[in-house]
C-alpha cells in the first residue's frame, strides 16, 4: 500500500472493507487514526456501517474507549458552550457558534468524535468590546499580553486574541469575521450573521446556514498553514456534504453564496480534495459550475503535490520525503494569503528574530 494511500484513507472510503483486515493491519490503522485526531471518528463510521461488530475485538475496544472520551467531550462542550450564552446575554449580542461548538450544538454528524481545543464564536466586529467585556466578566482572560501579539490580533486579524477562563482554562475565539482584514479575500460577515440559523434543541443558539457552514469549513481547511488536523478537517467537510447534500436545494445554492461570498477557490479544492482522497460524491452539475474557480493547470498540479501530502495524517507510514516541505510551502503560502506582502515580510522578521529574543530576555 503507498505511503500516499495509507490504509485509514481506504477506510474512510471503503468502511465494510475493514472487516478483511488482519490484527497488523488494524494495528497501523488505529495508529494512523490516532495521529490524524480521527480514532474516535472512526469508530462512529464503522458504527454507521453496520460494521463495528465485525471487526477484532482488540480494535473494537480501542474504539470503544475513544468513544467514550470523545462522548465526555462532547457533554464539555455543551456546558462550556451554555456558560457562554449566559456570559454574552446581558449584552443582548446573538451567541453565533462556529466549527466544531457549532457542528456540536446543532447534532451533526460531524460532530461525532470530533475532539477541539476551543469554542469559537462570531459577533459584529463594531460590539467585539461588548464581547470582550462580557467575557472578563464571567472569567475568561486575554492571553497573547506581548503588545506585538496585541497589534496583530486587533489590527490585522479576524479575531481577538484567544481567552481563557481562568478556573476551567476552557478557550474561546471571539471572531467578527471567518478571514483577516488583511487577506485579499473579504467574506461579509453581515451576510454570515444574516443568514445564521437557530439551533433545533435551544433556539437562543445560532449556527451558520448549511452552505455557509460548508464554505467556513473549506476557507479554514484551505487557508490556514496548520495541517495538524488536515485530515480530521477534510472529514468534516466530507460529512457536512454528505448531510446537507440530501437536499438538493443545498447543491443549488452552495457554487452562488461561494461567489457572492469571494469563496469559490477555497469551495473548488474542497470538492477536489474530499472527491480525490475521501471518494465523496459531488453532482456533476455542481463540479461543473465550479471548474471556473480552479488555478491555472500548473498551480493546480503543485497543489495536488502539496496536499495530497499535508493531508495525511503526521505518521511514519504516511507520506513521503516530500512532505515535511509540502507541509512548510502550505504554511508559506497561507501566509501570503493573510497579509500584503510588506506587512509579511515584517510579521515573518518580527516572529523569527524579534519574538525570541524578547523571550530569551524574559526568561533570564
Not at 460531524?110 to 466578566?137: C, H, T, W
Not at 457552514?213 to 460529512?239: C, I, K, P, W, Y
Not at 469571494?262 to 455542481?286: D, H, K, N, Q, S
Given at each position: 500500500?503507498?505511503?500516499?494511500?495509507?490504509?485509514?484513507?481506504?477506510?474512510?472510503?471503503?468502511?465494510?472493507?475493514?472487516?478483511?483486515?488482519?490484527?497488523?493491519?488494524?494495528?497501523?490503522?488505529?495508529?494512523?487514526?490516532?495521529?490524524?485526531?480521527?480514532?474516535?471518528?472512526?469508530?462512529?463510521?464503522?458504527?454507521?456501517?453496520?460494521?463495528?461488530?465485525?471487526?477484532?475485538?482488540?480494535?473494537?475496544?480501542?474504539?470503544?474507549?475513544?468513544?467514550?472520551?470523545?462522548?465526555?467531550?462532547?457533554?464539555?462542550?455543551?456546558?462550556?458552550?451554555?456558560?457562554?450564552?449566559?456570559?454574552?446575554?446581558?449584552?443582548?449580542?446573538?451567541t453565533i457558534l462556529l466549527k466544531?461548538?457549532?457542528?456540536?450544538?446543532?447534532?451533526?454528524?460531524?460532530?461525532?468524535?470530533?475532539?477541539?481545543?476551543?469554542?469559537?464564536?462570531?459577533?459584529?466586529?463594531?460590539?467585539?468590546?461588548?464581547?470582550?467585556?462580557?467575557?472578563?466578566?464571567?472569567?475568561?482572560?486575554?492571553?497573547?499580553?506581548?503588545?506585538?501579539?496585541?497589534?496583530?490580533?486587533?489590527?490585522?486579524?479576524?479575531?481577538?486574541?484567544?481567552?481563557?477562563?481562568?478556573?476551567?482554562?476552557?478557550?474561546?475565539?471571539?471572531?467578527?469575521?471567518?478571514?483577516?482584514?488583511?487577506?485579499?479575500?473579504?467574506?461579509?460577515?453581515?451576510?454570515?450573521?444574516?443568514?445564521?440559523?437557530?439551533?433545533?434543541?435551544?433556539?437562543?443558539?445560532?449556527?451558520?446556514?448549511?452552505?455557509?457552514?460548508?464554505?467556513?469549513?473549506?476557507?479554514?481547511?484551505?487557508?490556514?498553514?496548520?495541517?495538524?488536523?488536515?485530515?480530521?478537517?477534510?472529514?468534516?467537510?466530507?460529512?457536512?456534504?454528505?448531510?446537507?447534500?440530501?437536499?438538493?436545494?443545498?447543491?443549488?445554492?452552495?457554487?452562488?453564496?461561494?461567489?457572492?461570498?469571494?469563496?469559490?477557490?477555497?469551495?473548488?479544492?474542497?470538492?477536489?480534495?474530499?472527491?480525490?482522497?475521501?471518494?465523496?460524491?459531488?453532482?456533476?452539475?455542481?463540479?461543473?459550475?465550479?471548474?471556473?474557480?480552479?488555478?491555472?493547470?500548473?498551480?493546480?498540479?503543485?497543489?495536488?503535490?502539496?496536499?495530497?501530502?499535508?493531508?495525511?495524517?503526521?505518521?511514519?507510514?504516511?507520506?513521503?520525503?516530500?512532505?515535511?516541505?509540502?507541509?512548510?510551502l502550505l504554511y508559506l503560502r497561507?501566509?501570503?494569503?493573510?497579509?500584503?506582502?510588506?506587512?509579511?515580510?515584517?510579521?515573518?522578521?518580527?516572529?523569527?528574530?524579534?519574538?525570541?529574543?524578547?523571550?530569551?530576555?524574559?526568561?533570564?
Amino acid at each position: 500500500m503507498s505511503t500516499l494511500a495509507p490504509l485509514l484513507l481506504h477506510a474512510l472510503r471503503a468502511p465494510a472493507a475493514t472487516v478483511a483486515l488482519g490484527e497488523a493491519d488494524w494495528d497501523l490503522l488505529l495508529r494512523q487514526a490516532t495521529a490524524a485526531n480521527l480514532l474516535a471518528t472512526l469508530g462512529y463510521i464503522l458504527e454507521e456501517h453496520g460494521v463495528l461488530a465485525g471487526i477484532p475485538a482488540p480494535a473494537r475496544e480501542q474504539l470503544a474507549w475513544a468513544q467514550v472520551l470523545a462522548r465526555r467531550h462532547r457533554q464539555a462542550v455543551r456546558w462550556e458552550i451554555r456558560l457562554v450564552r449566559q456570559a454574552l446575554r446581558e449584552s443582548g449580542l446573538p451567541t453565533i457558534l462556529l466549527k466544531g461548538a457549532a457542528y456540536c450544538a446543532a447534532g451533526l454528524p460531524s460532530a461525532q468524535g470530533r475532539l477541539f481545543s476551543d469554542i469559537d464564536i462570531l459577533v459584529p466586529e463594531e460590539r467585539l468590546p461588548e464581547a470582550e467585556a462580557a467575557l472578563m466578566l464571567a472569567g475568561w482572560a486575554g492571553t497573547h499580553h506581548d503588545a506585538y501579539d496585541q497589534r496583530y490580533y486587533r489590527e490585522w486579524m479576524h479575531e481577538l486574541p484567544p481567552m481563557q477562563h481562568t478556573r476551567r482554562e476552557s478557550m474561546i475565539d471571539v471572531h467578527h469575521a471567518i478571514l483577516p482584514r488583511t487577506a485579499a479575500a473579504r467574506p461579509d460577515s453581515a451576510l454570515l450573521r444574516a443568514a445564521a440559523v437557530a439551533v433545533a434543541e435551544d433556539p437562543t443558539l445560532r449556527v451558520l446556514a448549511p452552505v455557509d457552514m460548508v464554505l467556513h469549513s473549506a476557507v479554514h481547511l484551505f487557508t490556514d498553514g496548520e495541517f495538524n488536523n488536515g485530515l480530521r478537517d477534510l472529514v468534516d467537510l466530507q460529512r457536512l456534504l454528505a448531510h446537507f447534500g440530501g437536499d438538493a436545494r443545498f447543491w443549488a445554492r452552495l457554487v452562488p453564496r461561494a461567489h457572492e461570498l469571494e469563496l469559490a477557490r477555497p469551495l473548488f479544492y474542497a470538492l477536489r480534495y474530499t472527491t480525490m482522497l475521501l471518494g465523496t460524491e459531488v453532482p456533476a452539475v455542481v463540479v461543473a459550475a465550479i471548474a471556473p474557480a480552479a488555478p491555472p493547470r500548473w498551480q493546480l498540479r503543485l497543489m495536488d503535490a502539496l496536499l495530497r501530502r499535508a493531508l495525511l495524517p503526521r505518521h511514519d507510514s504516511c507520506g513521503d520525503w516530500f512532505s515535511a516541505t509540502a507541509r512548510g510551502l502550505l504554511y508559506l503560502r497561507a501566509n501570503w494569503l493573510r497579509m500584503p506582502p510588506f506587512l509579511l515580510a515584517r510579521h515573518l522578521f518580527h516572529k523569527a528574530f524579534l519574538s525570541p529574543r524578547k523571550a530569551r530576555q524574559e526568561a533570564a
